[in-house]
């Protein structure tokens, strides 16, 4: 798959928090995108997502325009901050409810990337009760359980134990391998390096590097 972003900006009241970005994302491949606190990750995101539209510009995903000809890229697996789930159910009806949507995961699925991230899918605990931790493990399963071609994953490291920090990075180097597209942000310089082939630093909305289409080779 291919998301090709063409000189898109956002204005929100008077501010750029996109300005004039393009670049171009292929599957089989890990992005980073860094940057300071609101200097634009999370619009980078939405943006590939068709969840803002632009000002100016556009995004194609395989040559459909989103907003046009698509409103939301299929395919697509999503984590953005704070995920939501409804508490009084439990993690394992939580996850099979978002699966009868479109019918791509199977209950074995589901118990099987549960297991790997060190979720019990028949524990009775409802998710209200889930410390933070435990809600990004969801929030991550959901993004990735139905075979997804694109995954977008907003600061999906935020409140992981160690084992599962290790266990996530082990998971996306396998869904590169099966050449899906992965696009995430990440504080920590270390995950960004470990895992991207390319990143892109944002500063106040803008791409700082790489300077547009030519993307920083980190590791191929
Ligand atoms: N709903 C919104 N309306 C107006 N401005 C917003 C909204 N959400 C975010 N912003 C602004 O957009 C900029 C980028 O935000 P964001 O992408 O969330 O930053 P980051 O994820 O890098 O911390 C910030 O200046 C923020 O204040
Ligand atoms: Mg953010």
Not at 28 to 39: D, F, R
Not at 161 to 186: F, G, H, N, P, Y
Request: glycine share 8%; aromatic share 6%.
């Amino acid at each position: 798959m291919k998301i090709e972003v063409t000189n898109f900006t956002k204005t929100i009241g008077k501010t750029n928090v996109l300005e004039n970005i393009s670049v171009t994302l292929n599957s089989g491949h890990i992005y980073g995108v860094v940057g300071k606190n609101g200097s634009g990750k999370t619009m980078f995101l939405r943006m590939i997502s068709g969840l803002i539209l632009p000002t100016e510009g556009q995004v194609q995903i395989d040559g459909k325009v989103l907003g046009k000809h698509i409103s939301f890229p299929d395919h697509l697996g999503i984590l953005l901050e704070k995920p939501s789930f409804l508490g009084h159910l439990t993690g394992y009806e939580n996850l099979k409810m978002l699966a009868k949507i479109r019918n791509d995961a199977s209950d074995e699925d589901i118990q099987s990337y549960m297991n790997l991230f060190d979720l019990d899918w028949q524990s009775k605990k409802k998710v209200k009760q889930y410390s933070l931790g435990m809600k990004q493990k969801l929030g991550i399963i959901q993004a990735m359980m139905e075979n997804q071609q694109i995954i977008i994953l907003d600061e999906p490291f935020n409140a992981l134990d160690e084992a599962s920090v290790e266990t996530l990075r082990q998971v996306l180097r396998k869904l590169k391998a099966e050449k899906r597209l992965i696009v995430m942000t990440s504080h920590n310089k270390e995950d960004i390096q470990l895992l991207c082939d390319y990143t892109f630093t944002l500063s106040s909305g803008k791409m700082m590097s790489p300077t547009n289409e030519s993307a920083v080779l980190i590791a191929e």
